[in-house]
């Protein structure tokens, strides 16, 4: 009831609220993941030490417009990259076989947008995800922008965490549980953290510091695409000229 994939009226409302709220079109969510930290398991723990020092497992989570989570990956180690990640999960499988979102499309500056999910710079770019331009010498002004809006839209994913995490601190301690059950504890907090959001519960800002995903280090290679790139040159002059 509490965590599922939007059915299309919903996903109209989503892609309506992204609009509206940061005016990012053709958003049906938006990914991120992060460390849910772990005593160190007493099989393979190497796998689960991560780059931050600690033992782990990744909470991988696309959220709506209202930080509400319509899909989670949960239990990969904690040495794992996000885009290694990404690239095992479900929601990878299903988007490449395009059976993840309806085929809806709408034309800016000559180039058909699908719906779109919106990640980081640890993502790849692909046609149904955008992620910012690269930094570094020759950005430009208008692609600037552009990973300004994209970050503003994609906020929505990090400050999920961080109400989910604030509600349910057994997320932010170094979780006891056997390994075998952490997955489940985490799937049901996020379940939990849906209820509340469905519900307006009120969450006071604050309440804990929103834990920031892993940024840089190694980044999964994928081919180049002509298309994705088109999509997010398209956007990006949509943006300039609003």
């Not at 398991?41 to 709506?64: A, E, F, H, T």
């Not at 499988?93 to 034309?107: M, Q, R, V």
Request: hydrophobic share 35%.
């Amino acid at each position: 009831m509490y965590l599922k994939h939007p059915s299309a009226a919903e996903l109209h409302l989503i892609v309506q609220g992204f609009r509206d709220w940061w005016r990012f079109p053709q958003v049906a969510g938006a990914i991120d993941g992060t460390h849910i930290t772990i005593r160190a398991p007493s099989k393979n723990s190497s796998d689960y030490y991560n780059r931050k020092g600690g033992y782990s497992i990744i909470l991988q989570g696309v959220v709506d417009h209202r930080m509400r989570f319509w899909d989670i990956n949960v239990g990969r180690p904690g040495k794992v990259h996000n885009a290694r990640v990404f690239s095992l999960s479900s929601l990878y499988e299903l988007a490449s076989a395009g059976t993840l979102l309806p085929h809806w499309s709408e034309a800016f500056e000559g180039v058909n947008v699908p719906l779109l999910l919106l990640g980081d710079s640890a993502y790849p770019l692909l046609p149904w995800l955008m992620k910012p331009y690269p930094d570094g010498g020759g950005i430009t002004p208008q692609q600037l922008n552009f990973n300004h809006k994209l970050s503003q839209a994609r906020i929505t994913v990090e400050r999920a965490f961080g109400h989910l995490k604030g509600r349910w601190r057994c997320l932010l301690k170094i979780n006891d549980t056997h390994i075998t059950f952490i997955s489940r504890t985490v799937s049901a907090c996020c379940v939990l953290h849906n209820y509340c959001e469905y519900h307006n519960e009120e969450y006071l800002e604050g309440d804990t510091e929103v834990e920031e995903a892993e940024r840089g280090g190694h980044q999964e290679q994928v081919p180049r695409q002509q298309q994705p790139k088109d999509i997010r040159d398209a956007l990006c002059s949509y943006f300039s000229k609003m």
